[in-house]
Each structure stands twice: as C-alpha cells, then as structure tokens.
C-alpha cells in the first residue's frame, strides 16, 4: 500500500531531517575543536611524551569525563604512543552513587582503578558545621592521587581544568589574593616528585558542557558533601560569563594575555630589573613609547547574527 504524503507532513519532514542534519554538522565542528584546542596545548606545552602513562582523574564532572573522551580519540590518532588510565577518589560521602563512575569506564575501555579513602568523615571532623571544606578535601584528596600515581607507575597526572576554570583563578587571585597568578598548564607538584598537567587548558568551557550533553555522560554532582558553594569562584564566573555575552571574543583575549605576558611593562622587580634599566642607545622594538597612546583595534570581521560584531580568536 502506498503512503501518499501531503504538502505540510512532507514539509516537516525536511524541517526534521535539516535539523538532524545541523545538529550532527555542529557536532563535528565541536568535536573537531575539542580535539584541536587538546592537541595544540599538549604540543605547546610538551604535557605528554612517547611512552607516558598518563593518570586522568575522574571526579564524575563534565569536565573530566570529556578530558578522558578526548585524550581516547588523541591517544588512537597521535604520532606517538602513550597509555591512560583512570583514577577516581571515592571519598565516601553519603550519596555517592559508587556504581556509577566505575560502570562507564568499563564501557570505555579503559583501565582504571578506584581508591576508596574516607576523607568525607576527616573534613567534617575537623571543619565548622556551614564553612566551606572545598580548602581540606583538596589537600588531603591531592595526597592520596601522588600516591595512587606512584602506586601505578604514572608519569604525569592529567587534570580536567579548562580555560574559563584558568581565568577564573586568575581573576580570584587578583582581587582577593594580590598576585598576578592562575593554573598553569602544567606543572611540577609540590613535592617535587609528580608532573601535572592540564590538557584541557585552552578549551572553552561551554564546548565541554556542550560536549558532555553531546555524549550524555552520568553526571554526578558535586554537592554531595553538604560543602557550601565557593562563592566568590561562582560571581567571577558568572562575571566572565557576562562579559562573553556583552562582548564577544573577550574571554579568547584574556587567555591568549596569559600566553603573551611582557614582563617589562608589569610591577614585579624579580620578574625584570627595573633598577638597573639604563639608556644604551640602541633601538629596541621592545621599548616603550611613554608618549603614545595605547591604541588596541579589532580586526574588521563579518557581523554576528545580533548584528553584534563577533570576534574569534585563534
């Protein structure tokens, strides 16, 4: 029997059908970026090297189940050969659904290996009922992972911080702590024995939610210890948020500043030495020109859709 179809029914079928078809081309495009942004950091900042065995931490968050998706789809494509597992910390706060972290990366793949320490029972011991416990759960949570990475042979950590995670640092340190100081994308740890390393320090965070809602990873919530909100990480959040909203191609600015920093035209004298800074008499395309106005253009590109002039960076 044949089915005949009338113009409206047929007309939204190709509505879906365009839709579908816009959907998994922006999907590409994102995965695509993801892959792109990892890569360029790793490279940049050598986080990863032939016969690594790279630990990524997994707190059941967007952000490190993207980071392990992406390092996967990097790890079968790179021109050297390095291995992944996966760690989680399960603190034992009343809640955490166990089953959950454990299942998805038996889906994956991937080795990985739970560590079952009762930092939850420590933290509220010795915190106040109501202060925040983000500050002790950190550190004791950054002593149990060395040792778990020195367990496992690792020789680098990888962490799921991301760009708007970076800036966010950066901005908190500046008007609450007086430094000029952020995450950096990779680092040696304090005891002097771990490298860490960032690869998602170039990725914008909305591509990672994007990204997590994409593949439908079982999210789990990081309230489950009772812990109030780090309220000032959350109003320059959302500050960053506004300023992309209001204008465009700013929060791309900000992170390439902190891959261009001029030490010169900064504050610190153990940075550069002001106190012996001396006319030579020779040319420098790196002086200053104390006279001029500082003048920062945009370059001419086509309008948004708002009819916003929309500026991409990189």
């Known amino acids: 029997m044949n089915t005949i179809w009338n113009e409206p029914e047929a007309d939204a079928l ?98 990985f290996h739970i560590e079952n ?64 100081k952020s995450m950096p994308p990779k680092l040696v740890s304090d005891d002097g024995k771990h490298v860490v390393i960032r690869p998602l320090a170039l990725v914008a965070e909305k591509d990672a939610a994007r990204w997590a809602q994409h ?20 109003q320059v959040g959302e500050m960053l948020r506004d300023w992309e909203k209001r204008f465009p191609g700013r929060i791309d600015n900000m992170s390439n500043a902190l891959q261009n920093v001029v030490p010169s035209h900064l504050l610190d004298g153990a940075l550069y030495d002001f106190k012996n800074a001396r006319a030579t008499g020779i040319a420098d395309d790196n002086g200053d020109k104390a006279f001029d106005a500082e003048e920062f253009t945009a370059p001419s590109l086509p309008l948004g859709h708002s009819g916003v002039q929309v500026i991409h960076m990189g």
């Not at 002790?136 to 680098?156: N, P, W």
């Not at 593949?215 to 210890?225: A, D, E, G, S, Y």
């Open 215 to 234: 593949r439908n990873f079982p999210i789990i919530p990081c309230n489950l210890c009772g812990s109030q909100e780090n309220l000032q990480r959350k």
């Open 14 to 111: 190709n509505d879906t059908r365009d839709k579908a078809t816009k959907i998994e081309r922006e999907t590409h495009k994102l995965e695509k970026r993801l892959c792109r942004e990892t890569g360029k950091a790793i490279v940049q900042y050598n986080m990863i090297e032939d016969g690594d065995k790279v630990m990524v931490c997994m707190s059941g968050g967007k952000d490190s189940y993207t980071l392990l998706d992406i390092l996967l789809k990097l790890k079968a494509r790179a021109p050297i050969h390095f291995d992944l597992i996966a760690v989680n910390l399960d603190q034992k706060q009343p809640g955490f659904p166990e089953h959950v972290l454990p299942d998805y990366l038996k889906s994956t793949g991937v080795p």
């Open 117 to 180: 320490e009762d930092t939850y029972s420590i933290v509220k011991r010795l915190i106040p009922e109501g202060k925040t416990t983000c500050s002790l759960c950190s550190r004791l949570r950054r002593g149990i992972l060395y040792r778990v990475a020195d367990e496992l042979g690792a020789t680098k950590i990888a962490l799921g911080h991301h760009r708007d995670d970076i800036l966010q640092t950066l901005l908190l340190n500046m008007f609450f702590g007086g430094k000029l």
